[in-house]
């Protein structure tokens, strides 16, 4: 029987020592992609599973409502978009009100026809005038760099770059993402620990989990995604050169420790 949440022991030999962030974000990401993967084939094959997401969408606590509405996004019918467009009368979040538009889209080849037939048993207004909005307005092409912080950043730093208060620091409006931009390639290439002050607020305090390095992305990825984020939450920051990421890395060198507040501050104003 499969268990997702299991590393086996050839990945926790090539792991150790466990207690590198950059190796835990690595197990968390595997963890993810195979519970995602249970996910999808236990929606698929249950008879009953729409039946079971438009219970769970009117659950009290938002997780869970923001996991039926990822779930139906598996379902392969036309009436799954109604268990997305059903959280809309409920109360949403920024997590949320991303996981609806990405389901919505994904299941638009299914449903937009059925919509327009009026085949959809939508529960109000709102909802039909949601989707009605989504058909109207097609989806934006996404950038490499956006792309890249979907999958990497946007868990800890929220779709609109709020972070989270007093565990993960904002990027919108931020001196750190406005300014020197060598500062931040250093950061996503070898990651953050310790407290940190950004917008006059502390983080990193003790128990914080560190920023794991990001090193494993090409020179021309990491300037993608900073230019993404300098250009989106700066705002209008200047863009990143993989030239720039390139010589930062060799300047590096075989540096493979997180970097601090303190680190970083001092080597500016040097």
């Known amino acids: 029987?499969?268990?997702?949440?299991?590393?086996?022991?050839h990945d926790r030999k090539k792991l150790a020592p466990a207690s590198s962030a950059s190796q835990l974000h690595f197990v968390r990401r595997r963890a993810r992609r195979a519970r995602a993967a249970v996910r999808r084939q236990i929606?698929?094959?249950?008879?009953?599973?729409?039946?079971?997401?438009?219970?769970?969408?009117?659950?009290?606590?938002?997780?869970?409502?923001?996991?039926?509405?990822?779930?139906?996004?598996?379902?392969?019918?036309?009436?799954?978009?109604?268990?997305?467009?059903?959280?809309?009368?409920?109360?949403?979040?920024?997590?949320?009100d991303y996981?609806?538009?990405?389901?919505?889209?994904?299941?638009?080849?299914?449903?937009?026809?059925?919509?327009?037939a009026n085949q959809l048993k939508l529960g109000s207004a709102a909802q039909t005038d949601y989707l009605k909005k989504l058909l109207g307005t097609p989806p934006k092409q996404a950038s490499p760099g956006e792309m890249i912080y979907e999958m990497a950043c946007l868990p800890c730093h929220q779709p609109e770059g709020k972070g989270l208060p007093g565990v993960y620091p904002p990027?919108?409006?931020?001196?750190?993402?406005?300014?020197?931009?060598?500062?931040?390639?250093k950061i996503v290439l070898h990651g953050l620990q310790g407290p940190i002050a950004v917008g006059g607020q502390n983080f990193g305090g003790p128990g914080a989990v560190p920023m794991p390095a990001m090193g494993g992305l090409t020179d021309e990825q990491i300037a993608d995604v900073l230019t993404f984020v300098r250009g989106t939450f700066g705002p209008n920051g200047a863009p990143v050169?993989?030239?720039e990421v390139q010589a930062a890395r060799s300047a590096a060198g075989p540096r493979e420790t997180p970097?601090?507040?303190?680190?970083?501050?001092?080597?500016?104003?040097?």
């Open 43 to 96: 929606i698929r094959r249950l008879p009953e599973s729409l039946s079971l997401l438009r219970e769970r969408v009117q659950d009290e606590n938002p997780r869970v409502r923001l996991e039926a509405v990822v779930a139906a996004s598996y379902v392969p019918k036309a009436e799954a978009v109604e268990v997305v467009a059903a959280a809309v009368d409920r109360p949403r979040d920024p997590f949320l």
């Open 241 to 243: 050169k993989a030239a």
């Open 1 to 9: 029987m499969l268990q997702p949440n299991t590393v086996s022991n």
């Open 171 to 185: 990027l919108a409006g931020s001196e750190w993402v406005r300014g020197d931009a060598a500062r931040l390639i």
């Open 99 to 116: 996981a609806m538009r990405q389901s919505a889209r994904a299941l638009q080849p299914r449903w937009a026809t059925a919509f327009a």
């Open 259 to 270: 970097w601090t507040e303190l680190e970083l501050s001092l080597r500016l104003t040097q």
